[in-house]
């Protein structure tokens, strides 16, 4: 499934300027062959545009971008090996399923039986096998979002970009194809590059994962090392909540951050700080606790046994020396992120 040597796909010092705006301000990537790559960003730092310069919607104000190998910067998007999957889906109303799954391979001329056989297989693959005639009215928003996928998954694309695709279904079902889609990709072996907003979809779908702000990746890894190793205060601070404690911890001055979740609250020893806030949540309490060292931290425990009328008492707060993450100093000046 990987290739070592050549990447599915190379970004290398790619930017994109509209007027005075730097979408994307200097990206350089490699995603390698078969992976579930994501991008995950805040609205506005540069993901839809990096995705629409892979496809070949958007030429680059400078650098190059490669497909397995072959530099494809200036090529049309139907001269690249890749689909895309957009959030609204863009399916044709008045076309059966079958059709629209049909339509990519029915352009480029292949044979009528190959195209029936191949849709119904694509069909199968996103669990739609026998949904062929129906037309997508009658479809609900996650059997539209399969079948936008079948479509593109029909070309056998050696990479599938896919911009939100889950963005229009409500949380329920977003969750459930946040599974499924990551077994179809594992099944079809093809590389996508998913582009989110949702740090939560980026941590549970991914192989790695970059982070966008700005128009910049500030930092790229799994999804494990994104989340307990923040290279930035940004990151620490958009990929989950953390709690952003100065001063002087693990015996060193400087800026640091602690999970919520490696917090332990207790009612024994020395106090430390007050509940000002208890948010349960069903299978979690969040409790808002202020440090009498003057820092609002937030504190994440399971519900195995419930605590009732801990608002407003005085609390003990304590956490292991490994779970402080330090943030790189001359990160120091940016608090606002
Ligand atoms: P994201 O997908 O992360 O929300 P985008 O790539 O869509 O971000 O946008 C990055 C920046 O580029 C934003 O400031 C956006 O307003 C701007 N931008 C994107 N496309 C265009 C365009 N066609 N014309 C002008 N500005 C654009
Ligand atoms: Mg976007």
Redesign the pocket.
């Known amino acids: 499934m990987t290739d070592t040597s050549t990447p599915a796909i190379r970004l290398t010092g790619l930017r994109?300027s509209?007027?005075a705006?730097d979408?994307?301000a200097g990206v350089d990537l490699e995603i390698a062959d078969g992976e579930f790559f994501s991008?995950l960003?805040?609205?506005?730092?540069?993901?839809?545009?990096?995705?629409?310069m892979i496809a070949g919607f958007?030429l680059p104000t400078a650098g190059t971008v490669e497909l397995g190998g072959r530099d494809v910067t200036r090529l049309a998007p139907f001269e690249r090996d890749v689909n895309t999957v957009f959030q609204d889906y863009a399916l044709f109303p008045h076309l059966s399923v079958l059709e629209n799954v049909e339509y990519g391979l029915k352009v480029r001329k292949v044979p009528r039986k190959e195209r029936r056989e191949r849709a119904e297989q694509a069909l199968e693959s996103v669990q739609l096998k026998g949904f062929g005639s129906r037309k997508p009215a009658a479809m609900s928003g996650g059997q539209r979002q399969r079948v936008a996928l079948a479509r593109a998954l029909v070309n056998r694309p050696k990479v599938l970009l896919l911009?939100?695709p889950l963005g229009a279904l409500d949380l329920k079902l977003r969750e459930q194809m946040q599974v499924e889609l990551k077994q179809i990709q594992r099944e079809v072996g093809i590389t996508f590059v998913f582009?989110t907003?949702d740090q939560d979809e980026a941590l549970t779908m991914s192989d790695r994962i970059a982070v966008?702000d700005v128009?910049k990746i500030v930092q790229v890894g799994t999804p494990s090392e994104v989340y307990e190793q923040p290279a930035s205060t940004f990151v620490a601070g958009f990929v989950g909540t953390s709690n952003i404690l100065d001063g002087r911890l693990v015996g060193r001055e400087g800026r640091f951050s602690i999970r919520p979740e490696k917090i332990d609250i207790s009612l024994d020893g020395e106090t430390n700080g007050v509940v000002a806030e208890v948010i349960y949540a069903g299978a979690v309490t969040r409790y808002v606790v202020d440090l009498d060292a003057g820092t609002r931290v937030v504190v994440v425990e399971q519900n195995r046994t419930l605590r009732t009328g801990l608002r407003g008492q005085r609390v003990r707060l304590s956490w292991l020396d490994e779970h402080v993450i330090e943030i790189p100093t001359g990160e120091l000046e940016r608090t606002d992120a």
């Open positions: 994109k509209f007027g705006v979408a994307v991008m960003g805040p609205s506005g730092s540069g993901k839809t545009t990096v995705l629409r958007e911009d939100e582009v907003h966008f128009g």
